[in-house]
Structure formats: C-alpha cells, structure tokens
C-alpha cells in the first residue's frame, strides 16, 4: 500500500511541477511577443549602433552609425525612449537611384524607415517615416501607436563617395506628438566603401559650432588689432608735433 501511494505522490508532483513549466513558458513567451517601449520622463543620450544594408548580390548600399531616440508628447508632458542597437531588425532595399532603410524593434513595437536619393549627383534623404507603440506613460495616461512622416524633403545631403556627418544632435519633428533624435549621425548611401566612411559632409551646425567661434575670435582680434595701431599712429603725431614747438 505504501509503495502505490508513493508512486501516486510523485506522479502528481510531476504533472504539477509540468504545468508550472508550461505556465512560465507560455507567460514568458508572452510577455517577449507584447514588447513595447517603456517611456521616461526624462532624456539621455542613446546607444549608439552601426546599421549595414546589403544588395541581393551582397554589395553594401548604405551604412548608418547613430544613436536613435524617440520623444512623445502626451498631454503636453515629452516622455523619452532610447533605442538598444542590439535590438532592431534591418531590412530595406538596394536600387540604383534609391535606397531604403527600414529599422525595426520587436512585435513591430517601433521603427525607423528612410529613404535616399540619387539626384543630379548628390544623394539625400527625401523621405522618413517612423511609429512608436510605448507602455501607457503615466497612471491614467492610455496606450497607443504615435505615427509620423516628412516627405518631399531633402535631408543629409552627400556627393556620392562622400558620408554626411553630425556630432550635433539631429532633431526631427514628425508629428506634434513624434519627435526622432539622432545622435551622433554618420550615414552614407550608394557609393560606400568598405570597411569605413567616405569623405566627411559636415552637417550646419557642427559647422556653425566649429568655425563661427573661429571667426569671431578672428574678428576680435582685428578690431584689437585696428584700435593699437590707430592709438600708436595718433601718438606718434602728437609726439611729432610737439617737437616741433
């Protein structure tokens, strides 16, 4: 008797210690297929990745290096999502004269899509596109899908053989609620060599932001220059008039 009520114990150990399995299982694969983005309410900068896109012959199309963050406006409150590199998908196409660039996080939770140019021999983006579907961000605050756009546009614009280049954060505005912010930003499509980037394109502000201080200092030093010399003319004038009195 004692033999049979043991083996009915462990048999029902093992059924339940089974279950509990499954129920983790399928409660952890769950929780993995319903991804979303949890937002926070305040910014930082974000990882950056390096993003290779590949023609069906294998000849590299574009690369992008860049950290990626979104910003959603939610009852007039920015809430802020950083992108883990690790983590998105890279898809897109190769074409002679357009090249598109599609990143994606899981469950299709967000996403980037650009799309370069080759016009009279510059290259440029002229459309982007980009959703995210975050976690509810605040108590009472309800879960949705913030979509934006640009098109027609003509962004990062580049020589073939040359990359655009922005240590300076780039701040998209696609939306009223859809922000995208790239930073830094180093991209080149078509003409891509490898194992590195082309010639560099400084973007507006890094160019602001290094030669204009560089200009002002040199118009300082002008001014300065002009009003020692002009001081030393006038007394040497008074100093040759009165000798001869």
């Known amino acids: 008797m004692f033999p049979l009520c043991r083996g009915l114990f462990l048999l029902v150990a093992s059924i339940s210690l089974v279950s509990a399995s499954l129920l983790v299982e399928q409660h952890t694969s769950g929780r993995a297929g319903r991804y ?54 890279v898809s897109g196409h190769c074409g002679a004269n357009a090249v598109t660039l599609s990143l994606t996080l899981p ?20 459309r982007l596109s980009a959703h995210i579907s975050p976690q509810p961000a605040c108590y009472g605050c309800s879960s949705g899908t913030y ?15 040359q990359s655009y280049q922005c240590s300076s954060q780039t701040l998209l505005v696609m939306t009223e ?37 560089t200009i002002l200092w040199a ?12 001081y030393l003319l006038v007394k040497d004038r008074r100093g040759t008039g009165y000798q001869r009195l």
Do not use: H
């Not at 992008?64 to 992108?83: E, H």
């Not at 979509?147 to 053989?161: D, E, K, R, Y």
């Not at 502000?205 to 030669?211: E, F, G, H, Q």
């Open 147 to 161: 979509p934006g756009g640009l098109s027609n546009v003509s962004l990062f614009q580049a020589p073939p053989g």
């Open 219 to 230: 118009t300082a030093f002008g001014l300065l220059l002009i009003a020692v010399l002009t």
């Open 36 to 89: 979303q983005p949890a937002l926070q309410p305040s910014q930082s900068a974000p990882d950056t990745g390096t993003y290779l896109l590949e023609s069906t012959s294998g000849k590299l199309c574009l690369k992008a290096t860049m950290g990626l963050g979104y910003t959603v406006i939610i009852k007039k409150k920015s809430w802020y999502y950083n992108v883990d590199p690790s983590m998105l998908l």
């Open 107 to 126: 469950n299709n939770s967000a996403s980037l899509q650009l799309t370069y140019s080759l016009v009279d021999s510059v290259s440029y983006v002229s």
């Open 177 to 213: 609620e859809l922000q995208v912010t790239l930073v830094p930003l180093q991209i080149q499509a078509f003409k891509v060599p490898d194992g590195g980037y082309g010639q560099e394109v400084m973007c507006p502000a890094d160019y602001n932001r290094a030669v204009v201080p």
